[in-house]
């Protein structure tokens, strides 16, 4: 009898599994972050984690597995080494984070963004990045400041209509807020920012995508002027 297999297979033969997830490690530690499938970032994470370990203890029989396993050696073993060791000294493990991106167009495969944490800036990481857009995104739909909101969900059950199955959606969608909330204090906790300061963020974040929309919205406006008006057409201060 077979026993379970202790890696994904990745629907690959060995050798061509294990040069990819080569490559994939190598690239991760090498720019911080890379985009790919979701069974291969989750499977990326296991690795990445194991050499940053391995950089960690710096011995010379670390060092050797490192370049035995990576390619590019003199650029990758510093990193790991050096920069990484330094960053995760008080760290035992978890070096990683893997976020959903949504699916890739074609052959709708799961895609998500696997990326090293920074612990010395947590704010440039991709998670924070897509939190505060997320927030931003919630506070243009309903116009006010949303962060203390998020943060507090309340559920107000005479709101809901008295019918069972609307009342089960009610509770999903408060479950949700509620795995949100717990999202924005993990981020905050790892950022050290208050709600104040969160909102700061999203404030801006609102303010770039207002910008873009309207200049998105006066191109749209130019372009109908010089259909109606081919030649010689009125500009707009």
């Given at each position: 009898?077979?026993?379970?297999?202790?890696?994904?297979?990745?629907?690959?033969?060995?050798?061509?599994?294990?040069?990819?997830?080569?490559?994939?490690?190598?690239?991760?530690?090498?720019?911080?972050?890379?985009?790919?499938?979701?069974?291969?970032?989750?499977?990326?994470?296991?690795?990445?984690?194991?050499?940053?370990?391995?950089?960690?203890?710096?011995?010379?029989?670390?060092?050797?597995?490192?370049?035995?396993?990576?390619?590019?050696?003199?650029?990758?073993?510093?990193?790991?080494?050096?920069?990484?060791?330094?960053?995760?000294?008080?760290?035992?493990?978890?070096?990683?984070?893997?976020?959903?991106?949504?699916?890739?167009?074609?052959?709708?495969?799961?895609?998500?963004?696997?990326?090293?944490?920074?612990?010395?800036?947590?704010?440039?990481?991709?998670?924070?990045?897509?939190?505060?857009?997320?927030?931003?995104?919630?506070?243009?739909?309903?116009?006010?400041?949303?962060?203390?909101?998020?943060?507090?969900?309340?559920?107000?059950?005479?709101?809901?209509?008295?019918?069972?199955?609307?009342?089960?959606?009610?509770?999903?969608?408060?479950?949700?807020?509620?795995?949100?909330?717990?999202?924005?204090?993990?981020?905050?906790?790892?950022?050290?920012?208050?709600?104040?300061?969160?909102?700061?963020?999203?404030?801006?974040?609102v303010e770039h995508v207002m910008k873009l929309n309207e200049?998105?919205?006066?191109?749209?406006?130019?372009?109908?002027?010089?259909?109606?008006?081919?030649?010689?057409?009125?500009?707009?201060?």
């Amino acid at each position: 009898m077979h026993g379970a297999s202790a890696h994904r297979k990745l629907n690959m033969n060995s050798a061509l599994r294990r040069q990819v997830l080569r490559n994939l490690t190598t690239d991760l530690i090498k720019y911080g972050r890379l985009e790919t499938t979701v069974p291969r970032a989750k499977e990326l994470r296991r690795l990445a984690d194991k050499m940053i370990t391995l950089g960690k203890r710096g011995t010379v029989h670390d060092r050797n597995q490192i370049q035995a396993y990576l390619y590019q050696p003199k650029t990758v073993v510093p990193l790991l080494m050096d920069t990484y060791a330094k960053r995760f000294a008080d760290r035992p493990g978890g070096f990683t984070r893997v976020v959903p991106i949504g699916h890739r167009k074609g052959d709708h495969a799961p895609m998500a963004m696997i990326e090293i944490l920074n612990t010395e800036n947590p704010e440039a990481e991709v998670s924070f990045s897509y939190l505060v857009r997320s927030l931003a995104n919630m506070q243009i739909k309903e116009g006010t400041k949303i962060v203390d909101r998020a943060l507090n969900p309340v559920f107000d059950a005479k709101a809901v209509p008295p019918v069972q199955r609307m009342f089960k959606r009610a509770l999903d969608e408060q479950k949700t807020k509620e795995k949100f909330a717990i999202k924005i204090r993990k981020a905050m906790r790892n950022a050290k920012l208050s709600a104040e300061q969160l909102q700061e963020y999203v404030d801006k974040d609102v303010e770039h995508v207002m910008k873009l929309n309207e200049n998105e919205q006066s191109k749209k406006i130019n372009e109908y002027i010089k259909e109606v008006w081919p030649e010689n057409a009125p500009s707009l201060r």
